[in-house]
């Protein structure tokens, strides 16, 4: 197992891998066009090659030059039968998003997945698109593997409801609504990060938005801009701005990291906590604004997250969880109930093996955690559960108390896979 030893500060400038979200979103959308479109600083991890894939398998041609993908788009229509099963590996991004296009096609295929996202809930995505008229035969309804029959009229215009703020639900169901015969109205209980909305607009979409309300009109080709730029992923970065935060001494700088005002829950929610993070030269690029975000070793207090907090941060809730055990004063997240359908539950992943670093400071509750940063930290033997952002937030956590070691680190490639190497560059130990 390896082994990580207590960091004494961290220091560097450090360029942090393109965005996960964007990256899937980027080559999906530009799928859907006639054009063919350079896709720079694209996320070669473990997901986002599940989305490339798929895509490959239903006629979509790409390849890779450096850090980028050059992908001609087959339109809306252009996509054929696949031989085999499309596989969405560990990529839940994949699955859905990929469900809403396929929902509007005329031949059948069937959607699979490892064993953790076969695990993973798709009732919410399948029930409004089988509204539009898809047809979807699902293990108890609800997991992968998933067939859709051929659907051989458009779908029909959705006004909906969700349940739930999620981005993931959104973004299929706009996808799906680009194949209707009549627009689609959209209603989140509260806003959920805006890339695909911010993309369709860009890609010459006929999509509004009033609060949480967004409507599409269908039939409108898309046209996709020669080059697109994924900035730095804000999920990613979250690593570093609180191993920089909670391990004394020590300065990062990370330039061109994606702002969505979606997406910057965590930035918000350490600056409460007493965090030193700049934000300089702010620029929107391709629609999406991105900044330099610079951040140095402060004292940290305890806060309260709520429900109203969660959709803002919630990939950072186990990191956050970290930035919390080396705190002063408690921190009680609520609201969070979502996390326990991820790669893993997410509220007991974290809050056992934080548990093991500091015995008894971490309670776990029915939606979230109250973190008490008093019990004294020790070396001890972690589990990822097999979940890339646990695996990272203990890495952080054992650089800043007394060290440990951490088993199935090899999942740590989903969305971040030179994250180890970065880790090295910036540490320093006396």
């Not at 639900?169 to 706009?174: F, I, Q």
């Not at 930035?267 to 007493?274: E, R, S, V």
């Amino acid at each position: 197992m390896p082994t990580f030893q207590p960091a004494s500060f961290l220091n560097g400038q450090l360029r942090i891998p393109g965005d996960k979200s964007l990256s899937h979103r980027a080559a999906i959308f530009s799928a859907l066009t006639s054009e063919k479109v350079v896709i720079k600083d694209f996320l070669f991890s473990a997901d986002c090659l599940s989305t490339l894939n798929c895509l490959s398998a239903l006629g979509v041609n790409w390849h890779r030059i450096g850090g980028d993908v050059v992908l001609q788009g087959v339109g809306l229509h252009g996509f054929t039968s696949p031989k085999l099963p499309l596989d969405a590996g560990n990529s839940g991004t994949t699955a859905r998003l990929l469900l809403g296009i396929l929902a509007g096609q005329n031949f059948t295929v069937q959607m699979r997945g490892d064993a953790s996202l076969s695990k993973r809930p798709m009732g919410r995505v399948l029930k409004p698109l089988a509204q539009m008229g898809a047809s979807f035969t699902a293990v108890n309804d609800n997991f992968l593997p998933i067939t859709k029959e051929a659907t051989f009229r458009p779908l029909s215009g959705l006004r909906y409801q969700m349940p739930v703020a999620s981005a993931q639900l959104k973004s299929a169901l706009l996808l799906a609504a680009l194949y209707a015969d009549g627009p689609s109205t959209i209603t989140e209980p509260s806003h959920s990060r805006d890339h695909t909305e911010r993309m369709l607009q860009l890609f010459n979409a006929d999509i509004s938005r009033n609060d949480t309300c967004i409507s599409l009109l269908p039939h409108r080709e898309l046209h996709a801009p020669t080059t697109l730029q994924i900035p730095a992923d804000i999920s990613s970065a979250a690593y570093w701005l609180v191993a920089a935060t909670i391990i004394p001494h020590s300065h990062i700088e990370l330039p061109a990291v994606g702002i969505n005002e979606y997406r910057c829950g965590l930035i918000c929610a350490l600056q409460k906590m007493g965090a030193h993070i700049i934000l300089r030269r702010k620029v929107c690029i391709d629609n999406e604004w991105q900044a330099d975000i610079t951040v140095s070793s402060a004292q940290l207090h305890g806060i309260d997250i709520g429900k109203d907090d969660i959709p803002q941060l919630i990939d950072e809730i186990p990191i956050l969880s970290v930035a919390a055990l080396f705190a002063s004063g408690k921190t009680h997240i609520s609201g969070a109930e979502e996390l326990r359908f991820k790669e893993s539950d997410r509220l007991h992943s974290i809050a056992s093996e934080l548990n093991k670093l500091a015995p008894g400071a971490v309670t776990e509750t029915s939606d979230g955690l109250i973190i008490d940063p008093s019990i004294p930290k020790q070396w001890a033997s972690c589990s990822s559960h097999l979940d890339h952002r646990i695996a990272m937030s203990l890495i952080i956590a054992m650089a800043a108390g007394r060290g440990g070691e951490l088993d199935e680190i090899a999942s740590i490639d989903i969305s971040y896979p030179q994250f180890l190497n970065d880790f090295t560059q910036l540490a320093y130990y006396q």
